[in-house]
Structure formats: C-alpha cells, structure tokens
C-alpha cells in the first residue's frame, strides 16, 4: 500500500507523453491453438505485401518520364491519374505503418 501513497497526485500532459513515447510496446501474441486465425493474419499479410509491391509498379509507371500514355488525355483525366498517384502513396506509408506496428 505504500506504493501506491508514492505515486504523485498529478502529471502533466507533456511528461505523459514523453513516458509513453519511451514505453516498450506490447508485441502482438496469438496462441498457437487459433490456427485459423494464423491463416488469416498471413493471408492479409500476403495481401499488402501484393498491394504494395503493385502500388510501387503503378507510381513508378505514372512517374515515368516517358507520358505517352497520356497524350491525348482529358484534363480530367490527367488529374484523376494525379488523385491515384497520390492515394497510392497514401496506401504506402498505411501499410508501413502497419507493418512496423506489428514488429
């Protein structure tokens, strides 16, 4: 009981985020008995990681020098290819996210 008389009586907003920022995070545990949810997690695994690799093909190809494909192209074509290069990219740092909170 005298642990808990030890505890201050209030912390402040900016040293609460610098201890949670320093806390180790928990790792993500899945009984070896649930292989079926073994399964699912490697399969939505496997889809990002298909997701990924094919949203880099696309930027590269919509980064490419070579425009040919957008000659003779609306205007509105030209910035819907922008609004997917964009949301592509945005796909991209989800998943790393993702996958660097599960490590």
Do not use: Y
């Not at 008389?5 to 949670?20: E, F, G, Q, R, Y």
């Not at 939505?44 to 494909?69: D, G, H, V, Y």
Request: hydrophobic content about 40%; proline content about 3%; charged content about 25%.
């Amino acid at each position: 009981m005298k642990e808990a008389n030890d505890l201050p009586p209030a912390i402040s907003h900016k040293k609460l985020s610098l201890l949670m920022n320093k806390a180790h995070k928990d790792k993500i545990s899945i009984p070896e008995n649930k292989s079926l949810e073994n399964v699912e997690i490697e399969e939505f695994l496997n889809a990002l990681n298909n997701l990924e690799i094919s949203s880099k093909e696309i930027i590269q190809k919509i980064s490419n020098k070579n425009k040919s494909f957008t000659k003779e192209k609306s205007s509105n074509a030209i910035m819907a290819l922008g609004a997917l290069e964009v949301h592509l990219n945005m796909t991209l740092q989800a998943i790393n996210v993702f996958k660097n909170d599960i490590n």
